[in-house]
């Protein structure tokens, strides 16, 4: 297959190594390092751990959405990220031997993210690497905490820095990331106020769409009346048996029936129940039996069924709790207490935002629209078409993987159940932190995981092939976020 199609920055020295060398273990939950020469390994961005096991100069944690300032530096140790605690490893699969190359053809020089992960460099490449990740950690927690501070965001600043990945600790992500979802107003003066706002909405929501019929039947038989100057001059007390409407009586198959509809939204109650009970697992956040991991299980619980009966288009379907993780994890997580007493109601506005940019994906009548999930995933397709001709023809026409195998939940659950969590969140600050929404860009990272396997892709068979997709391995979320920016073509 002629390599024409394959983009010159490819072949490019960046990727080349002077050879096999001891390997090196890697400190970080991804234990995947690039296999580069010094110069390489110059250009590429943190792992997802590195900055919280870093002692560096830092920022204070007192600056964040609820309007405090954010110096830029202060001597000490860096303020490490709440921990993400496992109790298992999640969609890590056992990885095959590593090779040394991964060359994108013939005369490419190109390397694997997974095999680059398995060959590591020297130990001082490694040192070096490490030291140069945390200057940039440093540097660019220090900017970001620099625009936060300002009175009017600069949000092109921000999204570029963000987009690079946003260093852990400081509660600097919960704060971007309402930024970059538009529920923070660019105009600092305006945060408590919008929150407060905001807060009480969502509370309102929640005592008129979490009561079920025997509650509101009670709420009115509390009811008085008043007159014009407020006394009292009735109570209505309980309701004969002759004034209970047809739509309030509990047997009522009326489309107005409050019980007719509370049995409906039963059965979605129930999937989402089941659907959170199920969520990360392997993080005690989320999941357990103590009272932390119930409280937020429940308050995922509330979100979603506020959201389904607020969209009865939509309502809820199976993975939106998946998207929904990350969101209330890093609001939870503010170092803020105010903020994060409040993360409930900070998160449901801000996975209504993200979700406006994905919802025709849960449609089912859209499926085959041109808003559809399949429409995405034709051009996913097609743009890996564009950029590697060769790997699309053997995967689509020689060992006939369909996309939709492997996309359809790369793309509905926006990644997070290929990575673990904390490279999830990674990837999440530079899928925000596009200014056209994050469709695009989150094709760009699809096609560039592609790519990066494309040599056991190609030697691979159907079996393998999906198995390998589906099971996406360990990788270097620093290079595969600069291989996917490189893929900056527009899609046709």
Not at 238 to 243: D, G, I, N, Q
Not at 258 to 264: D, E, G, H, L, Y
Not at 428 to 434: A, K, M, P, Q, V
Not at 469 to 477: A, D, E, G, K, V
Request: proline share 6%.
């Amino acid at each position: 297959m002629v390599n024409k199609r394959v983009p010159d920055w490819l072949n490019s020295s960046l990727w080349s190594s002077p050879g096999p060398q001891p390997s090196v273990q890697s400190p970080s939950p991804t234990p995947a390092t690039l296999n580069d020469d010094d110069d390489a390994t110059n250009r590429s961005t943190r792992s997802a751990t590195k900055s919280s096991t870093a002692t560096v100069n830092s920022v204070k944690a007192g600056g964040s959405a609820s309007g405090g300032e954010f110096p830029v530096e202060r001597t000490g140790p860096m303020p490490s990220a709440p921990a993400v605690i496992r109790a298992e490893n999640r969609h890590v699969p056992t990885r095959a031997k590593a090779e040394t190359r991964d060359p994108l053809s013939s005369s490419s020089n190109y390397h694997s993210d997974e095999e680059n992960g398995s060959s590591a460099g020297s130990t001082t490449s490694a040192s070096a690497a490490a030291a140069i990740s945390s200057a940039e950690d440093i540097s660019r927690q220090a900017q970001l905490c620099q625009e936060l501070s300002r009175k009017i965001i600069n949000m092109g600043e921000v999204r570029r820095l963000a987009s690079q990945g946003i260093p852990d600790g400081a509660g600097i992500r919960a704060t971007v990331w309402k930024l970059l979802l538009g529920y923070l107003p660019t105009e600092k003066a305006l945060w408590p106020t919008e929150l407060a706002k905001k807060r009480s909405q969502y509370k309102h929501f929640k005592e008129e769409l979490l009561m079920n019929p025997s509650e509101i039947t009670r709420k009115l038989e509390k009811s008085v009346i008043l007159d014009d100057e407020g006394t009292v001059i009735a109570d209505k007390g309980e309701l004969p048996r002759s004034e209970i409407t047809q739509g309030e009586h509990p047997l009522s198959l009326g489309k107005n029936s409050i019980w007719n509809q509370f049995f409906q939204d039963t059965e979605i109650i129930e999937q989402i129940d089941r659907d959170v009970k199920r969520t990360h697992p392997d993080l005690h956040f989320f999941s357990g039996d103590t009272p932390f991991a119930k409280s937020n299980q429940d308050s995922l619980r509330n979100i979603l069924i506020v959201f389904a009966k607020l969209n009865p288009g939509i309502r809820y379907v199976q993975g939106m709790n998946e998207i929904l993780a990350p969101l209330f994890y890093v609001f939870r997580n503010d170092p803020n207490e105010e903020n994060a007493a409040s993360a409930e109601a900070d998160t449901f506005f801000c996975f209504v935002e993200l979700l406006s940019g994905f919802r025709d994906h849960f449609c089912q009548q859209l499926d085959n629209s041109v808003v559809g999930i399949r429409s995405t995933i034709t051009k996913l397709s097609q743009f890996l078409k564009e950029h590697d001709e060769e790997l699309w023809r053997h995967l689509e026409m020689t060992t006939k993987v369909n996309p939709q195998f492997y996309a359809f939940r790369w793309i509905t659950l926006l990644l997070t159940q290929e990575f673990n969590f904390p490279d999830s969140l990674l990837i999440w600050d530079t899928l925000l932190s596009d200014p056209e929404g994050p469709l695009e860009t989150l094709l760009r990272v699809c096609c560039a995981m592609l790519i990066i396997v494309r040599r056991r892709l190609l030697a691979g068979d159907f079996t393998s092939n999906l198995k390998l997709l589906q099971n996406y391995p360990s990788t270097n979320i620093s290079h595969l976020l600069y291989v996917a920016n490189k893929l900056r073509a527009k899609l046709g």
